[in-house]
C-alpha cells in the first residue's frame, strides 16, 4: 500500500518561486471579487523583484519558501519548525530553542544539533557561499538567528500595515492592500497539534494585526463606494478570523451600501452558520444583530425573491406620490417572464421615482 504523500513545507527554489514573492513592494494589482466573494485566497501581488533568499510563510499554512538546499521530506517539520521560530525570536540561545520545539523534554546536544544540522543543510547558502542560517559560533555571541537576507512574511506585514495605518492617502491604501494581499488563511493554519506551543502568544498577536488592517482598509473603500475593494479587504482578514464579527459588519456594511439584499442575507446566513459551528453554538453579537434588523428589509406580502440576484416588490404602474429616490437615479422597465412588471435603477437620471429594483451589477 503506497505511503501518503507528505505536504511539502520548505520548498526549493524553483523558475516558478522566482517569478513572485509574498513579502515584496510592489504589486501590479491585487484580485477582487465583483459580486459576493466566498472568501478565499486573495492571488500575490506581482512583483518584477525575483524569489532570490529564503522566505518564512506564517501568514497561512508555515512554508519556507525558496530553500536552496535540501532536506528528507520526513524530516522537514522539525526544521520548518526551527526556522519559523527563529524568525519571530533571532538570537535565541541553545536553551530557547530546547524548550520551545521540545517542550518539557530533556534534550541532549547530539538530538539538538542534528535538527539544527538538517535545518542549515535544508535552507542552503547564498552566491556567495554564505549559509542562511549560520552556525552560532559565526554570530558572535553564541546565539542562534537566520541571516539577514532571510525574509518573512509577518514581518513585511507589520511594515506595510505600519506604514498604511500612519498615512490617510493612496499610498496608505497600497500599503494596506499589500499588507492584506499577504495573508493566506489563518496565521500557522493546518499545524501538527503536538508542535508550536511556542506560536500561540504570536497567532493572537497576528490575528488581532489582521482585523484591524482588514476593518481599516474595508472602511475607507467603502466610504469611496469602492464596494468591491471594501468586500476583498474585509474577507482577506476574514480568512484569518473567520468568526470576527467586526468584519462580518463591515461585508454587511458594503452589500447594503452596494444594494445587494440578496448577498447581505448570504453573507448574514454564513456568519450563522460560523456561530453555530463555535463551541456547539454562540449567539450573534447584540450590535451585529442589530445592524442586521436595521440594514435587512422587512418582508413584504406578494414580494417575490425566488430569483438570486433580483429583488421584487409588488409592481404598480403608477409610483406612490411623493416616493423620491433621490438624485443619480432613474428607472427603466422590464417585462419578466412570467409578466411581472419591474424596473431597473439606471444611473444619470433622478426625475422619475423607484418602484422597484433590479439593479445591474459591477
Avoid at 543543510?121 to 532571510?150: M, N, W
Avoid at 463551541?279 to 447584540?286: K, L, P, R, S, T
Avoid at 414580494?303 to 409588488?314: L, P
Wanted: aromatic share 4%; proline share 6%.
Amino acid at each position: 500500500m503506497a505511503r501518503p504523500r507528505r505536504p511539502r513545507l520548505m520548498r526549493r527554489r524553483t523558475r516558478q518561486h522566482a517569478d513572485r514573492s509574498p513579502c515584496s513592494a510592489q504589486p501590479a494589482h491585487v484580485p477582487a471579487p465583483v459580486s459576493v466573494p466566498a472568501p478565499t485566497r486573495a492571488a500575490d501581488d506581482a512583483d518584477d523583484t525575483a524569489v532570490t533568499t529564503p522566505t518564512v510563510l506564517l501568514l497561512g499554512r508555515v512554508v519556507i519558501e525558496g530553500a536552496a538546499g535540501r532536506i528528507d521530506s520526513s524530516r522537514q517539520s522539525a526544521a520548518v519548525e526551527l526556522v519559523s521560530y527563529l524568525a519571530l525570536n533571532p538570537g535565541a540561545d541553545h536553551h530557547a530553542i530546547d524548550d520551545a520545539l521540545w517542550p518539557g523534554r530533556l534534550v541532549n546536544k547530539q538530538m539538538r544539533n542534528a535538527v539544527i544540522s538538517r535545518t542549515r543543510s535544508g535552507l542552503g547558502k547564498d552566491a556567495d557561499g554564505e549559509a542562511y542560517f549560520p552556525r552560532g559560533q559565526d554570530t558572535g555571541d553564541s546565539r542562534y538567528r537566520l541571516a539577514q537576507t532571510v525574509t518573512c512574511d509577518w514581518t513585511t506585514f507589520q511594515n506595510f500595515a505600519r506604514t498604511g495605518l500612519a498615512r490617510h492617502d493612496e499610498d496608505g491604501e497600497l500599503a494596506l492592500r499589500r499588507a492584506l494581499a499577504l495573508v493566506r488563511g489563518r496565521p500557522f493554519a493546518a499545524i501538527d497539534p503536538q508542535r508550536y506551543a511556542w506560536a500561540e502568544p504570536a497567532v493572537q498577536e497576528m490575528v488581532s494585526a489582521i482585523a484591524d488592517v482588514a476593518y481599516e482598509l474595508s472602511t475607507r473603500r467603502r466610504e469611496a463606494a469602492d464596494y468591491t475593494g471594501a468586500l476583498w479587504a474585509a474577507h482577506q482578514g476574514l480568512l484569518a478570523a473567520e468568526e470576527n464579527e467586526l468584519l462580518h459588519r463591515q461585508v454587511f456594511l458594503a452589500h447594503h451600501a452596494a444594494r445587494d439584499v440578496d448577498a447581505l442575507r448570504e453573507a448574514a446566513a454564513r456568519l450563522a452558520r460560523i456561530n453555530e459551528g463555535l463551541g456547539g453554538g454562540v449567539d450573534m453579537e447584540a450590535e451585529t444583530a442589530q445592524l442586521l434588523s436595521t440594514l435587512l428589509p422587512k418582508a413584504t406580502p406578494g414580494a417575490d425573491r425566488s430569483q438570486t440576484g433580483r429583488r421584487h416588490v409588488e409592481t404598480a404602474r403608477t409610483p406612490p406620490a411623493g416616493w423620491d429616490p433621490g438624485p443619480g437615479w432613474c428607472i427603466g422597465a422590464d417585462r419578466a417572464a412570467e409578466a411581472v412588471d419591474t424596473v431597473r435603477l439606471i444611473p444619470g437620471c433622478s426625475r422619475v421615482p423607484l418602484i422597484s429594483a433590479d439593479r445591474d451589477r459591477t
